[in-house]
């Protein structure tokens, strides 16, 4: 009887371990967000594309409330913001003082340096046409002198208003004739094969020495062009640079 009493009771207590119900402990909800239980979420994800994620303390929560809890711990704060404007105004700051310093200096070339200029008329033809769009450099005759043979832009020594295009043909100490349409230049004849020959004069013409500090200048098209045979010498502060370049047309671009 003992024997039997002894199974019966261990009998009773397997009974009890198969049926008991351990005590069930709520997890802390995560970031603050409420917990869904896994068999309910198992069936949203089965009726949306929505990603489960499992929290750390295996309770689950829909990814669009994930997200949502991403989106708002990456604001950025006021002195995150406040730095971001200071890079931007920065940055704005130093393209503003680039373009600035640009202008300047191009101001400054085209002032002192260079300057864009347009051919009016055919007194230059052949070598220059009517609209032809010129570099001028004002800067070579700081440095030096104007030379027999170089394209220079002066002003109109009757009008300073206006500003013409010739070549020099003589400088100060030279003298100048003209003979049949002839240049002579210290009785020797001006080797000037730029001159077409159906643009050439037949007028006669000096002597004259030319004065120290001026310049005895001409066109190309001799038969078409007012120069020092009809208003005189040019003083060098007149002459304002020499050309350099023909850029325009760009089929004819070419430098002097």
Same mark, same amino acid.
């Given at each position: ?52 994620? #499992? ?5 689950? =929560?829909?990814? @669009? ?18 730095? #971001? ?11 503003? $003082?680039?373009?600035?310093? @640009? &202008?300047?200096? @191009? ?30 450099? =004002?800067?070579?005759?700081?440095? *030096?002198?104007?030379?027999? &043979? ?11 208003? =206006?500003?013409?295009? =010739? ?28 001159? @077409? ?13 030319? $004065? $120290? *500090?001026?310049?005895?200048?001409? *066109? ?11 208003? *005189? ?7 304002? &640079? ?8 760009? $089929? ?5």
């Amino acid at each position: 009887m003992d024997d039997s009493l002894h199974t019966a009771q261990q009998d009773d207590l397997t009974a009890r371990d198969e049926h008991a119900v351990e005590p069930q402990v709520a997890a802390p909800p995560v970031d603050g967000l409420p917990d869904v239980p896994t068999d309910l979420v198992a069936s949203m994800a089965a009726e949306q594309d929505d990603t489960v994620r #499992l929290s750390p303390e295996g309770t689950t =929560k829909p990814a @669009a409330v994930l997200a949502q809890a991403a989106a708002l711990a990456v604001i950025p704060t006021p002195a995150v913001r406040a730095s #971001l404007w200071r890079r931007v105004a920065a940055e704005v700051s130093t393209g503003v $003082q680039t373009l600035f310093s @640009a &202008g300047v200096y @191009a101001t400054l070339i085209v002032t002192f340096g260079f300057q864009v200029a347009r051919v009016d008329g055919l007194s230059m033809a052949p070598t220059l046409e009517d609209h032809d769009r010129l570099i001028v450099n =004002k800067l070579v005759y700081e440095l *030096g002198d104007p030379r027999p &043979g170089d394209i220079v832009m002066l002003y109109y020594p009757l009008n300073p208003d =206006k500003m013409f295009v =010739k070549r020099v043909i003589a400088s100060e100490g030279d003298v100048v004739r003209i003979v049949d349409g002839r240049v002579y230049v210290n009785d020797i004849p001006l080797h000037d094969d730029y001159v @077409a020959e159906e643009f050439r004069s037949h007028d006669d013409w000096g002597p004259t020495v030319i $004065q $120290q *500090g001026y310049y005895f200048v001409m *066109g190309d098209h001799r038969n078409n062009s007012s120069d020092s045979r009809h208003w *005189g010498q040019v003083p060098k502060k007149y002459i304002v &640079g020499k050309v350099k370049v023909r850029w325009w047309p760009l $089929q004819d671009a070419r430098i002097f």
